[in-house]
């Protein structure tokens, strides 16, 4: 078992900024990608990132990218999503996962996830 607990998720004003956190923990965390996603009312769950085991390598949605930033400190059991320059469309409850191998394989496919995080947030007010 794992247990993932994402934070940060909050109202801001679009041209904002907003630092999400996912603890894990239950699992040799180091040795899994893990990936956001979200998912807005009414719409299907939406992948926005992930990062490889090593943290040497990441992927974007299209939507997202060189504006949202994933990293992640193996030592604290921690990923983050940076988010800049955040829209009304980014508006969402934000999910992280743990993939369910070292690499992103199929990243954008919530299938590839075997656990989840409860879900926060992210209200962006035009």
């Known amino acids: 078992q794992v247990q993932l607990v994402e934070s940060g998720g909050g109202l801001v004003q679009a041209g904002g900024s907003l630092r999400l956190s996912c603890a894990a923990s239950?699992?040799?965390?180091?040795?899994?990608?893990m990936g956001w996603f979200r998912q807005a009312p009414g719409k299907e769950r939406e992948f926005v990132a992930a990062i490889h085991w090593s943290g040497g390598s990441t992927i974007y949605a299209d939507s997202v990218k060189g504006r949202f930033t994933i990293s992640r400190e193996n030592a604290q059991n921690t990923v983050y999503l940076q988010m800049n320059l955040l829209k009304p469309e980014d508006t969402a409850v934000y999910y992280c996962?743990?993939?369910?191998?070292?690499?992103?394989?199929?990243?954008?496919?919530?299938?590839?996830?075997?656990?989840w995080g409860q879900g926060t947030q992210v209200t962006v007010s035009s």
């Open positions: 996962a743990a993939h369910r191998g070292p690499s992103y394989y199929a990243a954008e496919l919530p299938k590839m996830y075997d656990y």
């Open positions: 239950g699992r040799t965390f180091s040795r899994y990608a």
